[in-house]
């Protein structure tokens, strides 16, 4: 059902002040804004890959991805255009951070002790994160998202809602999956600098290499599924406040392939875990000290009119009440500095403060 923007918002506001479950997104580089409004509250979990409905699933293989199925569900779409007026209130609310677990002095200390893991185990990467606490005076949920649907427009933005799980939202820049009658999309995201007026900058080889790590898994792990593979060249795409290095990979999903094993072979991709994966896996688990949760995992539209969207959360935050737990992370190699490695994670902080 099509409706108005600014009533289609007034919907959503009132179903997510009921307690109702819930999920709010719209693609990168496009004006349609679709909703999920699932009929009851029960929690439904993802059976198969064959179901159809929004996947939202967790950066550990071992929890359970969770669904809202098409079928138990009433489907809202709006168009945001350049010109929507979205109605956003003036921001003053004041933040501050509450949570010292993961402080500079402890990310630094984790990233050390990651060069000397990858220096002494055959490792090309191992991907490092942590969680900063905020606590806000106030906090408009749906202004919040009107803010990023503004600020992102080349990002998959969503919110996400369910009373037995919580609040997330995001503004991911990096696609996991994309199927379409066959055709299949995804891309190697890697490599950060801050965007200072301009994506004509020079990379350094560290973020080259890291990038390239992750194109070459990307091609290696699904050649058995993919015919007529494209690889485009490298290049520099903006995502917020930051620069990312990316590459485009397409091609034809064999008819022998499912889209169990594809997902099961990219998830997670080295540019939210590392290389070699299993090792990098392990030691995140054993190292990073606290739960990942949904953060690096994936989210998105499964087998909706023959079509599979997914993508990698990244850019993401959870609130609860007035606490809001930002995830962010960073790619390191043995040519790695820790102290730029912290301020690669405040950066990226900054893509969900900015609409705080």
């Known amino acids: 059902m099509q409706k108005e923007i ?6 959503i506001s ?3 002040n009921s307690n109702t479950p819930l999920v709010v997104f719209r693609k990168p580089d496009e004006a349609c804004i679709t909703a999920y409004i699932q009929n009851n509250d029960e929690l439904h979990y993802l059976n198969s890959f064959e179901d159809q409905g929004f996947v939202f699933a967790p950066f550990n293989k071992n929890e359970k991805e969770l669904l809202f199925p098409i079928n138990e569900c009433t489907l809202l779409t709006s168009e945001v255009s350049e010109s ?3 109605k956003i209130k003036r921001n003053d609310s004041n933040f501050n951070i509450i949570s010292n677990e993961y402080s500079k002095e402890n990310h630094i200390q984790l990233v050390n002790k990651g060069i000397d893991f990858i220096q002494n185990n055959n ?3 191992v991907v490092l994160s942590r969680k900063e606490t905020l606590e806000i005076d106030k906090i408009d949920v749906i202004d919040t998202l009107k803010k990023m649907l503004n600020s992102y427009k080349n990002a998959f933005v969503y919110l996400w809602y369910h009373p037995r799980v919580g609040l997330w939202m995001g503004a991911s820049p990096e696609q996991l999956i994309s199927v379409s009658h066959n055709k299949f999309k995804t891309m190697a995201l890697a490599g950060t600098q801050l965007y200072e007026n301009s994506t004509n900058v020079v990379w350094k080889e560290k973020e080259k290499q890291e990038q390239q790590f992750v194109t070459d898994y990307i091609l290696e792990n699904i050649k058995l599924s993919i015919d007529t593979i494209k690889v485009s060249e490298a290049y520099t795409v903006k995502a917020g406040n930051l620069l990312h290095i990316r ?3 397409s091609g034809k999903l064999k008819s022998s392939s499912s889209l169990s094993n594809l997902i099961d072979s990219l998830h997670p991709t080295p540019a939210v875990c590392g290389l070699p994966k299993d090792k990098a896996i392990k030691f995140i688990l054993e190292n990073e000290e606290y739960n990942r949760s949904y953060y690096t995992g994936y989210l998105g539209e499964l087998n909706i009119d023959n079509c599979t969207s997914l993508f990698v959360n990244l850019r993401c935050m959870q609130l609860n009440d007035n606490i809001v737990s930002i995830y962010i992370g960073g790619g390191i190699t043995i040519d790695s500095i820790a102290e ?4 690669e994670t405040v950066s990226k902080a900054k893509v969900m403060k900015k609409i705080l």
Not at 6 to 11: M, P
Not at 340 to 343: H, R, S
């Open 6 to 11: 600014i009533n289609f918002f007034n919907e």
């Open 14 to 16: 009132e179903f997510y």
């Open 84 to 86: 929507a007026d979205l």
């Open 123 to 125: 490792v090309k990467k």
């Open 247 to 249: 590459t485009d990979i």
């Open 340 to 343: 730029n490695e912290w301020e």
